[in-house]
């Protein structure tokens, strides 16, 4: 009998990645939208940008926690979904909001800061997406590694883009911030987590308490 081509993470990835645009669609046709609908779109697709690359840095965690070595060869696939959201949101924002009038848009985004941050970390996400294939890490070298820790950097910017965006007073906590703040504590903890001597000492944990009869697995190429 012919093996499943996908694995249950696999599935949980397509099923999470597309039901983004699966309920935008359908909330769209039974007119369950807010009264403000390019607005609403643009913080859904938003939402779902941040969720997937978020989701995309809690690969290689997962990975030195419980030594599960398949969640290193979804990065990509979260990687370009993220990419995809935010490629929509972008496009919301430009062709729905602004009609595709660049001298407004370029006047609006270099006004408001949060959108420059916004603007940056879309940018730099492009790069990463065309390069993600195996093609271009046989191509980069060792350059290719340098060039995807850039997701350290992006997912900052978007969570700040993501807090920026929010109504509210960060210091007291007040209005709509605490969900931004909350993708911002687990950006946070994964960074600390890239620290070497942290890293270290989780790993080193992990083998003695979590999967001590496991071998380490060979390390996949680490983005
Ligand atoms: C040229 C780049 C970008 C522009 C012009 C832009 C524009 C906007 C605008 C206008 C809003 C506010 C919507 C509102 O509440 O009225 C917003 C919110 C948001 N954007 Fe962006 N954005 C950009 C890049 C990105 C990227 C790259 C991501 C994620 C990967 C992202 C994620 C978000 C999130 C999470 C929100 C908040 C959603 C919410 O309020 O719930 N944006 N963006």
């Given at each position: 009998m012919k093996k499943f081509p996908y694995t249950p993470l696999q599935i949980a990835i397509i099923i999470y990645a597309w039901s983004g645009i699966v309920l935008l669609i359908f909330d769209l046709l039974t007119g369950?939208?807010?009264?403000?609908p390019i607005q609403d779109l643009e913080q859904r697709t938003g939402r779902h940008a941040i969720t997937l690359l978020v989701l995309s840095l809690l690969c290689t965690p997962i990975h030195t926690i419980?030594?599960?070595?398949e969640p290193l060869k979804r990065r990509r696939a979260l990687g370009l979904y993220a990419l995809l959201y935010a490629t929509i949101h972008v496009i919301i924002y430009m062709?729905?909001?602004?009609?595709?009038a660049w001298s407004s848009i370029y006047e609006n985004i270099l006004e408001k800061p949060r959108l420059i941050v916004g603007a940056f970390a879309f940018l730099l996400m492009i790069p990463l997406g065309i390069t993600s294939f195996d093609i271009w890490k046989k191509r980069l070298g060792k350059n290719w590694k340098r060039l995807h820790q850039l997701v350290y950097l992006i997912v900052p910017l978007v969570v700040l883009h993501y807090v920026w965006s929010k109504k509210g007073d960060l210091l007291s906590l007040q209005g709509e911030v605490l969900k931004p703040m909350i993708y911002g504590l687990i950006v946070v903890i994964f960074l600390i987590f890239r620290i070497p001597p942290i890293k270290k000492a989780i790993a080193s944990f992990s083998s003695r308490y979590?999967?001590?009869r496991k071998k380490q697995d060979p390390q996949p190429e680490q983005s």
């Open positions: 369950n939208i807010s009264p403000n419980f030594k599960w070595s062709d729905l909001d602004y009609g595709l979590l999967s001590p």
